[in-house]
């Protein structure tokens, strides 16, 4: 397997997370080695957050979780681009993608709504 560059990111590798179908970019998160290792081990998104600084499975709480259909690596091996099916809303505020604001803060993504 394709080793990873931990050194160059001081041990945590950003991660774009993408809709496998739709190739819409949901979010952006880190990973260290430990995630990155349960990330592979389950088939579920790990990352690790730098707020909490705790290892956390993505919809641990909410049951938004992400099934990893694909992982990709970068040419310098220092980031990772995760191709996912996404379960509900990938952002905490409810909407389908992190990314649903343009730069002039109008809203532009959808609000998931439960079906």
């Known amino acids: 397997m394709l080793r990873l560059n931990w050194e160059k990111v001081n041990g945590l590798i950003p991660v774009v997370v993408q ?4 190739k819409e970019v949901l979010m952006m998160a880190y990973m260290n080695e430990e995630a990155f290792e349960m990330t592979l081990k389950t088939g ?4 690790w957050s730098r707020s909490r600084e705790k290892l956390w499975k993505k919809g641990e709480t909410s ?11 970068d040419c310098d ?7 996912v ?10 909407h389908y993608s992190c990314f649903f604001r343009n730069i002039e803060g109008e809203i532009i ?4 709504e439960h079906k």
């Not at 809709?19 to 739709?22: E, I, L, P, T, V």
């Not at 091996?77 to 191709?83: I, K, S, T």
């Open 85 to 94: 099916e996404q379960i509900n809303a990938a952002c905490h505020t409810g």
């Open 19 to 22: 809709d496998s179908k739709s």
């Open 44 to 47: 579920y998104a790990h990352y």
């Open 77 to 83: 091996r220092d980031a990772l681009l995760l191709l």
């Open 63 to 73: 049951g938004n979780v992400q099934k990893v259909k694909e992982i990709r690596v």
């Open 109 to 112: 993504g959808e609000m998931y």
